[in-house]
């Protein structure tokens, strides 16, 4: 495990920019710092499904890693020349639900790593899931619910979408805590997970072909 890695599983800001920018004058690759923070917050992962870390260090956790993607960003689309996204994916925590944790980590790295995001936000109506996917056609929509009461308005907005859009323009994923409840298939979703890391893989496999 990298520096900027260990700084990030160990919740430690000041040492993590530092990391970052010691990596950068080093000449390291922009990408290979990412996936090192991406390690680092694997480990936070480990140590919350431990219960030795709670949710507020996973609020933390999602903070200094914005602070360092905004540190990382401008140097990956220099050193990369980007004039256009690897792909684009539309996300969202469903109607009825305010939780933004697992969201913004998985948005931060989406676009860390190149892809174009559209996030809508908490609370979101299936009408808005549907009238943003047909303007800017994403290759996946992400969905995000924690609530248990949650469950309906992630179905309602897979049905909303689909029958409104094309169904296969794009794929499905849902992360958070009614994962462990219902199967991705009564969701009538691509795939459900409730790790950051693991939904992030899926995403990039699908939009570069893999499924």
């Known amino acids: 495990m990298g520096r ?3 700084a ?5 800001k000041d040492r993590l920019l530092k990391a970052v920018e010691e990596d950068l004058a080093a000449e390291k690759d922009p990408i290979e710092i990412v996936e090192d ?3 680092g917050l694997e480990r936070i992962g480990l140590e919350f499904e ?3 870390y709670f949710l507020m ?15 990382l960003n401008p140097k990956i689309e220099q050193k990369s020349g980007l004039t256009k996204s690897k792909g684009r994916v539309l996300m969202g925590t469903v109607k009825g639900d305010i939780h933004d944790l697992g969201k913004s980590i998985v948005r931060n790295l989406l676009e860390c790593s190149g892809y174009e995001v559209v996030d809508l936000g908490v609370d979101v109506p299936p009408e ?8 800017f056609k994403p290759q996946v929509i992400g969905l995000s619910a924690l609530l248990t009461a949650a469950v309906g308005q992630a179905k309602i907005t897979v ?20 994962v462990g409840e219902v199967s991705a298939e009564e969701l009538g979703v691509d795939f459900a997970t409730t790790n950051a890391n693991e939904g992030i893989r899926r995403i990039e496999k699908w939009i570069v072909g893999e499924r």
């Open 8 to 12: 990030m599983a160990a919740l430690d």
């Open 57 to 71: 260090e996973l609020m933390w956790a999602s903070q200094i890693f914005k602070d360092a993607a905004q540190i």
């Open 159 to 178: 049905e909303d979408v689909k029958k409104k859009c094309h169904e296969d323009d794009f794929r499905f994923i849902i992360g958070g805590g009614v």
């Open 37 to 39: 923070a991406r390690i």
């Open 128 to 135: 808005a899931f549907a009238e943003k996917a047909e303007d």
């Open 4 to 6: 900027v890695a260990e």
């Open 50 to 52: 431990k219960g030795n």
